[in-house]
């Protein structure tokens, strides 16, 4: 926010004007669009309509927001779809559309730290994204619905956002959908209410969330729901998918053998979704991890472990992601291990037999992307765990266990960066890890032997 307070031209002509034009991207340098200036969303309540045979969309959208300065004008991200009425405060707001940017002027300035509400009322046909990666984000359609996964820009397909992890709120959706279909969210459950051959379904997620991770994926489903110790769970699973009970009936154990490790589970409610998708991979959803299908137990294992490593502790910027990957990548190995697999040692010492030469396999270093279409690099999810492995090597099986619940701890439901986890390393250690975390995040190429 203090980028844009620095491309204004000085504080008195902001005082003159008596506000700015919030920003059109919070500054990530992967996505310089994504995210807003100006302002912070505490809750966004979603109220969405979706015909699977159309493909139509209606969603009225009310969302509560501080102003972080004095704004004229400010903007949300929402791509494809159609606002037709924006109010501010309840009066209605001019708007227009630029790219990504859903640019309103409200009809008085909001003054700096002062909460204000946005009402958007929007429909169409959600379009879905194609990432730099290539793969499909956003509302994705299925034969039966719809199968939603947002990482890292699809928000804005569905619903009017301000689209960066840094930016994280309470998420309330309403989803109406023919009878015979169900529309699956994050957290609770609180009711079904069924009228003229439809059905709504209110969700109800009170920990702040990134906007990637919020879904409302709809279809066919059979719901299971269950107490694990003090957590609601709730499974969801399109009768088409096959054989993947044994696996989902795991997600007990998983969940209590990572909280021994990482520090108690962050959110209050559990679960799983698995829906045949054209999209290839599967989505740590917050508290209701996303699968095209019926995947293994260790792609169960990697996408819980992200309830702790990316869904509660949250990225502050996406070139920062190996904070989310390495970390799954790691709980994965764990798991394994655990369960009488490999062990963390064979896993690190097989990864790091990869010769020098593979350089699709060590770069880029997992600490420097470059691109966003590296996001999901193998190398940001190998190496990424690489490097927990060999911190645990270095520091200690005790000292680093104690850096992972700090981490967990310290940064529950919020954001944090590199240079944070660094910090925290070095405090359980004692030692100085500049040049450690230098040679395994930075330096690009195999790091050679004894050179950490
Ligand atoms: N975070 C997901 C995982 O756990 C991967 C998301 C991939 N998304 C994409 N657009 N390529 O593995
Ligand atoms: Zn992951």
Same mark, same amino acid.
């Given at each position: 926010?203090?980028?844009?307070?620095?491309?204004?031209?000085?504080?008195?002509?902001?005082?003159?004007?008596?506000?700015?034009?919030?920003?059109?991207?919070?500054?990530?340098?992967?996505?310089?669009?994504?995210?807003?200036?100006?302002?912070?969303?505490?809750?966004?309540?979603?109220?969405?309509?979706?015909?699977?045979?159309?493909?139509?969309?209606?969603?009225?959208?009310?969302?509560?927001?501080?102003?972080?300065?004095?704004?004229?004008?400010?903007?949300?991200?929402?791509?494809?779809?159609?606002?037709?009425?924006?109010?501010?405060?309840?009066?209605?707001?001019?708007?227009?559309?630029?790219?990504?940017?859903?640019?309103?002027?409200?009809?008085?300035?909001?003054?700096?730290?002062?909460?204000?509400?946005?009402?958007?009322?929007?429909?169409?046909?959600?379009?879905?994204?194609?990432?730099?990666?290539?793969?499909?984000?956003?509302?994705?359609?299925?034969?039966?619905?719809?199968?939603?996964?947002?990482?890292?820009?699809?928000?804005?397909?569905?619903?009017?956002?301000?689209?960066?992890?840094?930016?994280?709120?309470?998420?309330?959706?309403?989803?109406?959908?023919?009878?015979?279909?169900?529309?699956?969210?994050?957290?609770?459950?609180?009711?079904?209410?069924?009228?003229?051959?439809?059905?709504?379904?209110?969700?109800?997620?009170?920990?702040?969330?990134?906007?990637?991770?919020?879904?409302?994926?709809?279809?066919?489903?059979?719901?299971?729901?269950?107490?694990?110790?003090?957590?609601?769970?709730?499974?969801?699973?399109?009768?088409?998918?096959?054989?993947?009970?044994?696996?989902?009936?795991?997600?007990?154990?998983?969940?209590?053998?990572?909280?021994?490790?990482?520090?108690?589970?962050?959110?209050?409610?559990?679960?799983?979704?698995?829906?045949?998708?054209?999209?290839?991979?599967?989505?740590?959803?917050? @508290?209701? #991890?996303?699968?095209?299908?019926?995947? +293994?137990?260790? !792609?169960? *294992?990697?996408? $819980?472990?992200? =309830?702790?490593? /990316?869904?509660?502790?949250?990225?502050? @910027?996406? #070139?920062?992601?190996?904070?989310?990957? +390495?970390?799954? !990548?790691? *709980?994965?190995? $764990?798991?394994? =291990?655990?369960? /009488?697999?490999?062990?963390?040692?064979?896993?690190?010492?097989?990864?790091?037999?990869?010769?020098?030469?593979?350089?699709?396999?060590?770069?880029?270093?997992?600490?420097?992307? /470059?691109?966003?279409?590296?996001?999901?690099?193998?190398?940001?999810?190998?190496?990424?765990?690489?490097?927990?492995?060999?911190?645990?090597?270095?520091?200690?099986?005790?000292?680093?266990?104690?850096?992972?619940?700090?981490?967990?701890?310290?940064?529950?439901?919020?954001?944090?960066?590199?240079?944070?986890?660094?910090?925290?390393?070095?405090?359980?250690?004692?030692?100085?890890?500049?040049?450690?975390?230098?040679?395994?995040?930075?330096?690009?190429?195999?790091?050679?032997?004894?050179?950490?």
């Amino acid at each position: 926010m203090a980028a844009v307070v620095v491309a204004v031209a000085s504080a008195s002509a902001v005082a003159a004007a008596g506000g700015v034009d919030g920003a059109p991207g919070v500054g990530d340098p992967f996505f310089p669009d994504a995210g807003n200036g100006g302002y912070e969303v505490d809750r966004y309540h979603l109220d969405i309509s979706y015909s699977p045979g159309s493909a139509n969309l209606v969603g009225h959208e009310r969302l509560r927001a501080t102003a972080t300065e004095g704004l004229d004008r400010f903007d949300l991200d929402l791509r494809g779809l159609n606002p037709d009425r924006v109010k501010v405060n309840g009066e209605p707001a001019t708007f227009s559309r630029s790219g990504q940017e859903l640019i309103i002027t409200p009809a008085a300035i909001l003054p700096a730290n002062s909460p204000f509400t946005v009402q958007v009322d929007y429909a169409g046909t959600p379009q879905t994204i194609t990432d730099p990666d290539g793969s499909p984000d956003g509302w994705i359609r299925t034969d039966d619905g719809a199968w939603v996964a947002s990482e890292p820009q699809g928000s804005p397909s569905w619903f009017a956002a301000n689209d960066h992890p840094s930016d994280k709120a309470e998420f309330f959706l309403h989803a109406t959908v023919p009878a015979g279909l169900k529309a699956i969210g994050n957290g609770r459950l609180v009711k079904v209410v069924r009228h003229h051959g439809l059905r709504t379904f209110e969700w109800s997620e009170p920990v702040p969330m990134a906007t990637y991770l919020a879904t409302a994926t709809i279809g066919r489903f059979n719901v299971t729901r269950s107490h694990l110790d003090g957590l609601r769970s709730l499974v969801a699973v399109d009768p088409q998918v096959q054989g993947f009970g044994k696996t989902l009936a795991k997600i007990p154990q998983i969940v209590r053998f990572f909280s021994t490790r990482f520090g108690p589970y962050p959110f209050k409610d559990v679960g799983a979704i698995a829906d045949p998708s054209p999209a290839a991979y599967s989505l740590e959803v917050q @508290t209701r #991890p996303l699968f095209p299908g019926a995947v +293994g137990e260790i !792609t169960l *294992a990697h996408e $819980l472990a992200h =309830q702790w490593f /990316g869904d509660s502790v949250s990225l502050k @910027t996406w #070139p920062d992601i190996w904070l989310n990957e +390495g970390f799954a !990548t790691f *709980a994965q190995w $764990l798991w394994g =291990q655990h369960t /009488g697999g490999e062990s963390l040692k064979h896993d690190f010492r097989h990864s790091y037999a990869t010769p020098a030469s593979d350089s699709g396999f060590w770069d880029p270093p997992p600490g420097d992307p /470059g691109t966003p279409a590296n996001l999901f690099d193998g190398t940001i999810y190998d190496r990424g765990a690489m490097t927990l492995e060999a911190l645990r090597e270095k520091i200690g099986s005790h000292d680093f266990y104690v850096t992972l619940r700090a981490w967990a701890h310290d940064h529950r439901w919020g954001n944090a960066t590199t240079a944070q986890f660094i910090h925290t390393a070095e405090t359980a250690s004692g030692k100085d890890l500049a040049h450690f975390f230098h040679v395994w995040l930075q330096r690009p190429g195999k790091p050679a032997p004894g050179s950490w």
